[in-house]
């Protein structure tokens, strides 16, 4: 993802901080779907296993959300493995809804703001 960003000019990555210590990755970008003005992906969330069901995803997100709501965004997606049910957990808990089901299995999910 961060050498694809090189290219990639749209994409915006952050890092999720302990302190000084990078705990996770967060990554999204804007879309520009035709059917879909202003929609927006999360297409990568990392946290280090270590830090996990600490709060550090949840901050994550919800920073991210308040910094794509600011952006004029419509409607954010993005997709999680069907076996990880503590990302579903965290999209649920701010309002995505599962919509379908990508071509690799991925669980597809959506928000409107």
């Known amino acids: 993802t961060i050498a694809e960003s090189k290219f990639e000019k749209h994409y915006i990555l952050k ?3 302990k302190d000084s ?10 879309d520009d779907e035709p059917e879909i003005q202003n929609l927006y992906w999360i297409f990568r969330f990392m946290i280090s296993e270590q830090f996990q069901n600490k ?4 901050k994550a ?9 600011s952006s004029g ?14 990302a579903a ?7 995505f809804k599962e919509i ?13 703001i």
Do not use: Q, W
Not at 21 to 30: H, P, T
Not at 55 to 58: A, D, M
Not at 89 to 95: A, L, Q, R, S, V
């Open 15 to 17: 890092a999720v901080y």
């Open 100 to 112: 379908g089901v990508l071509d690799d299995g991925d669980i597809l999910l959506e928000l409107d």
């Open 55 to 58: 709060g550090y995803g949840s």
């Open 89 to 95: 957990k965290i999209y649920n808990k701010f309002g």
């Open 73 to 86: 965004c419509n409607t954010i997606r993005t997709m999680h493995k069907p076996k990880n049910t503590i």
């Open 21 to 30: 210590l990078v705990v996770g990755f967060i990554a999204y970008c804007r």
């Open 61 to 69: 997100i919800e920073l991210v959300l308040e910094e794509i709501r």
